[in-house]
């Protein structure tokens, strides 16, 4: 027995020596063959260009890996110690190629034929690199010698700190800091031991243990990961107890903020215009103007008011309709995948009908929760709840729906918006963007229009009109005549025009300050008719306006040219900073991976050499867009603020397609736009102060909480006469005292007219 066991064990020997051998030979043969690391030694991973908020919230990632390159000196002992002891325990003991291991998984494989690695980290990072991911013998041999190559010439923290920032580890997420903010949304820095030990689970199979995917699976190998620890004495069984008991709450897939999308996109330009392609590599850090808080009380300010708008109009029917299978255990099933492809558009959740009533509808949400909608929830959709609705637009059972969810907690029934818009906020005295809202759904188009879609500003625009008036020697007091015009058109072929207030009635002489409160038309078509179309044009682009965009017509004074709401934004800062023009700015800094500063801007106040028009000017006109936030057309804004530093201007365009508002207290100018892509009515009595002007007042309600009210000090050249201020040299007995007052009266209204008018100034 024991001389078969001594010839047993010689015949081990002698196979071993001769495998030894033959390896030993293959090597000496493939040695001249394994290439140069130099991509390791110079190592430069790929990193995604990343956009911050000025506040620190990530809003957008470009790049096709997610990767946040950490040094190993910043990446916790607990990640390295977890690590380690499940990928490569002899890591700091061995010269690359671990033949401890190597030995146990021959003889293991032997045993009970199965394969069992014995891969080292330094032999992963080999294969990464340089080598196909095909399991056969000559891969094995060059990952081996790769491996002897790559310890020569590397430190071993410096290969750890590679493979730490350049493994696979799921979603798109390359390196534990990127896995980390990708399954816990928090930084590497802060994970515990429980979290540590699911993310050095991933790198054997990260499709398998994926958290977000198949939470069971990675529950299983954090425990191994964490006995593999108490093996290697690097936690204590009681650590080991206490990490397997704690809670772990997973990003179930990691989502950047729709309310950043369109702003994050626009700086994503902006970079990639200066770097070319290489921008989503270098690992460039973009810190924005934009605040987080501002940011998503302009989202939610504009959705909120493109929905608002959005129920007042006819239910155009369902979106889709699904069969429900008759069995209960069936329609789960069948619902969520359905919903698959009408996904929640934030607070405007998809919903599928289960029972429909003329009184209540029952619907199933994504998440597989069930709610009832009845009484004012079904305003909207009344007519599309009959038996003999037309059934291009009928709500039975199947259909897929929207739904929103009401502060008390009621549901109503509405639908995906048409009508789009955009908002846009900045500092008039640095030009800092502070807030950018582009359009109500990033995800349905990238499509910025707060700074790309070109529209009427309407009456919005008059205020420009007035700053040109008040040099010429108008005045707030100025008298001018509210009655009808005929204008002929150029072309000499007789046409007219015969421009109308917005409420279809003339009333007569009245004060540039009151027709600027009430925005009247016919006063600045007076104006610029007296001042001259071409001066009027020149007049409006030194605040920064495209002449070739803005007509040199009379019909310049009701804003028929085009402008972007960014654009009208920074225009309206001059009257806000006290006549300065200053340039938007939204990029405050870009850095490089490792932190240095490429690129800033600095917040300043606008200096002399920037000055467009006279601090006077721009105070009196002020002046007259106060009294529009006060007695006017915007006197909402007053009425739900309560404060007395605010100025701004209302517009709708012609036939009520597009709806502004525009306006600021002094340290703050926001622009609020809603319209349709493809001009078209938004309704019967849907305009500026209706649509545009509630949006504009639920931003500044957040935006302004705690801002002390600020009111302009009078400049040098303006005096005060009776409650009024005027220019020195335009005062009431030398300023231009009336306009058009050789033109017909209006004709009084009619009783019915009165009416009316009435009931439209109550609306």
Known sequence: MLRRLVAGLGVAVAAAGAGLLLVGVAMAVAWPNVPEIDELIDY?????????????????????????????????QVVEDAVLSVEDARFYDHVGVDFIRVLGAGLRNLVDFRSEGASTITMQVARNFYLPTEKTFTRKLYEMLLAFKIESQLPKRRILETYMN?????????????????????????????????????????????????????????????????????????????????????????????????????????????YGADAYSRGLQVVLTINSVEQQAAWQALRKGILDHERRQPYRGPEAWVDLP??????????????????????????????????????????????????????????????DANRRIQIRRGSVVRLL????????????????????????????????????????????????????????????????????????????NDAPLRLELPGGDGRTWEPRNVDGRFDGPMSLRRSVATSKNIAPIRLIRALGPMQARQWSERFGFDAERQPATPSLALGTGTVTPLQLAAAYG?????????????????????????????????????????????????????????????????????????????????????????????????????????????????????????????????????????LPVPPDGLVQWDGEWYYEEYTPSTGIPTLGMEDAPPPAPTEEERRGILDLFRS
């Open 44 to 76: 430069r991973p790929k990193l995604p260009l990343q956009v911050f908020t000025s506040d620190g919230v990530l809003l957008g990632e470009y790049g096709e890996e997610r990767r946040h390159y950490v040094p190993m000196d910043r990446i916790p």
């Open 166 to 274: 350049h493994i696979y580890l799921g979603e798109r997420a390359h390196g534990f800091a990127a896995a980390s903010e990708t399954y816990f949304g928090k930084p590497l820095a802060e994970v515990s031991l429980a979290e540590a030990a699911v993310l050095a689970g991933l790198p054997q199979a990260p499709a398998t243990h994926n958290p977000a995917v198949n939470p069971e699976r990675a529950r299983q190998r954090q425990l191994h990961v964490l006995e593999r620890m108490v093996r290697n004495g690097v936690i204590s069984p009681a650590q080991r107890d206490a990490a397997a008991a704690e809670p772990l709450h997973y990003r179930v897939r990691f989502e950047l903020p729709d309310y950043g999308r369109h702003a994050a996109e626009t700086a994503r330009q902006m970079v990639f215009e200066h």
């Open 326 to 387: 008759p069995s209960p255990t069936e329609i789960d099933a069948r619902i969520a995948e359905a919903l698959t492809k009408h996904p929640d558009n934030d607070e405007l959740r998809a919903a599928v009908v289960l029972q429909v009533g003329p009184q209540r509808v029952i619907a199933a949400l994504q998440n597989g929760e069930v709610v009832g909608i009845d009484g004012a929830g079904l305003r909207q959709a009344t007519a599309a709840l009959a038996e």
């Open 405 to 480: 969810r009401e502060a008390s907690g009621s549901w109503v029934l509405t639908q995906q918006p048409e009508v789009s818009g955009a908002f846009v906020a900045l500092d008039p005295h640095s030009g800092a963007i502070r807030a950018m809202v582009g359009g109500f759904d990033p995800a349905r188009s990238q499509f910025n229009r707060a700074t790309q879609a070109w529209r009427q500003p309407g009456s919005s625009f008059k205020p420009f009109i007035y700053s040109a008036a008040l040099e010429h020697g108008y005045t707030p007091s100025t008298v001018i």
């Open 574 to 710: 001059v009257f806000a900073n006290g006549g300065h023009r200053v340039a938007p700015v939204l990029i405050r800094r870009i850095t490089d991976a490792q932190g240095r500063l490429i690129k800033a801007w600095e917040p300043r106040r606008a200096d002399e050499a920037e000055r467009v028009i006279e601090a006077r000017n721009a105070f009196l006109v002020g002046s007259l867009l106060q009294d529009v936030t006060r007695s006017g057309t915007a006197a909402r804004a007053w009425q739900a603020l309560q404060r007395p530093d605010l100025y701004g201007k209302t517009g709708t365009t012609s036939d009520n397609m597009d709806a502004w508002f525009a306006g600021w207290q002094p340290g703050l100018v926001a622009v609020a736009w809603l319209g349709h892509d493809e001009p078209r009515r938004l309704g019967e009595r849907e305009g500026g102060a209706t649509l545009a002007l509630p949006v504009w007042i639920d931003f500044m309600r957040e935006a302004l909480r705690g801002v002390p009210v600020e």
